[in-house]
């Protein structure tokens, strides 16, 4: 703190160069405690409107004392009667170092504050309903969503991205605002649908494990994580897809539209049966069926849930990785184990 005051003292007599400059410089972003740093703004104003110098004077006589008593006494020069440039100068000296801590204190000041608004987190959105009745949302770019119940919805505020993006598990009706500079996406189940203006619907509650979008206006891009080529719906189809063989139609007004990538007909033979049922149960009963450890943190699939039917030509590898793609995990084999992670 010494050596602080001692630099200011330094540029209210016009000694300072610019390593002194720089060493206050470093004073201020490393030893300045917040409650100097308001002393030193404070004082800094009320030098400038009453025209005052920047040190207190209590602490311009101790360090004045201090150095007097480093230094042998000198006789006393005669006192000549000073011309006017000789008394203007150290005021216009006491005005240039107010100025110029006033600058490296601001500039201080800017740059903590950018450095706190580069690294503040990114807002995250994490939507439940869990009751009985559809639950409207409206987004900040003025979309609205109608959210079903016992679905989830995730997002997180992308402005540096200028894109829309929404993870969706369950089912949710889409009335997009129109912005052809940020497109408007939603994940579910392993595929992603993209619009810039629309009114659609995506839904992952069917039986069977099928993932359903219906399109009512505008136009909308579908892409599936198997790299297979995008489709593209027009008002009034519903593109309808099959999680575990991938097989996809789109059918309009009750009429197929498009033929289906595989028509394998599947056998109908349930072996098992899950309605909402949450995903570590789910998993359990799934392992002891297939008579396979399957390894999971319990942390990574709660407040998860499973709706499907487990076909008798269904394989354990099949199921678990729609199940994983429908709730973005992973799914890895090691030996005679399953192990799922975030």
């Not at 009320?46 to 000198?74: C, F, G, N, W, Y």
């Not at 006033?102 to 000041?109: D, E, N, P, R, S």
């Not at 709660?302 to 269904?314: E, R």
């Amino acid at each position: 703190m010494e050596q602080f005051y001692l630099l200011l003292e330094k540029f209210k007599k016009g000694q300072a160069g610019a390593a002194d400059i720089a060493q206050l410089e470093t004073l201020m972003q490393q030893g300045a405690d917040e409650s100097m740093k308001a002393a030193m703004l404070k004082a800094y104003l009320q030098s400038i409107a009453d025209k005052q110098q920047v040190l207190p004077p209590d602490k311009t006589a101790a360090m004045l004392d201090r150095l007097h008593a480093a230094i042998e006494t000198e006789a006393v020069a005669p006192v000549r009667k000073r011309p006017l440039r000789t008394i203007l100068l150290p005021l216009s000296v006491a005005a240039s170092v107010l100025v110029m801590v006033g600058a490296v204190y601001l500039k201080y000041q800017l740059n903590t504050a950018n450095r706190k608004a580069a690294t503040a987190p990114m807002a995250s959105h994490h939507i439940s309903n869990n009751g009985s009745d559809i639950k409207s949302l409206a987004l900040a770019d003025g979309s609205i969503i109608h959210l079903a119940p016992n679905s989830t919805l995730t997002w997180k505020d992308s402005t540096v991205e200028m894109q829309r993006r929404l993870i969706l598990q369950g089912k949710a009706d889409f009335m997009v605002h129109a912005d052809t500079k940020r497109p408007f996406t939603v994940e579910a189940a392993g595929i992603t649908v993209t619009a810039l203006g629309t009114t659609f619907t995506v839904n992952t509650t069917l039986e069977e494990n099928k993932v359903a979008v219906k399109l009512s206006e505008g136009k909308v891009r579908i892409h599936t994580t198997d790299n297979n080529e995008d489709v593209y719906l027009l008002p009034g189809e519903e593109y309808a897809i099959n999680t575990i063989t991938r097989s996809f139609d789109i059918k309009k007004s009750g009429s197929l539209g498009k033929a289906p990538a595989s028509t394998t007909p599947e056998v109908n033979n349930v072996v098992l049966s899950f309605n909402n049922e949450p995903l570590d149960q789910a998993i359990h009963t799934l392992g002891a069926h297939f008579k396979t450890k399957i390894c999971f943190q319990q942390e990574d699939v709660s407040a998860l849930y499973f709706t499907g039917k487990v076909l008798k030509k269904d394989s354990l590898k099949s199921i678990l990785a729609a199940i994983c793609a429908m709730n973005q995990l992973e799914l890895r084999a090691t030996g005679d184990s399953i192990i799922i992670s975030k």
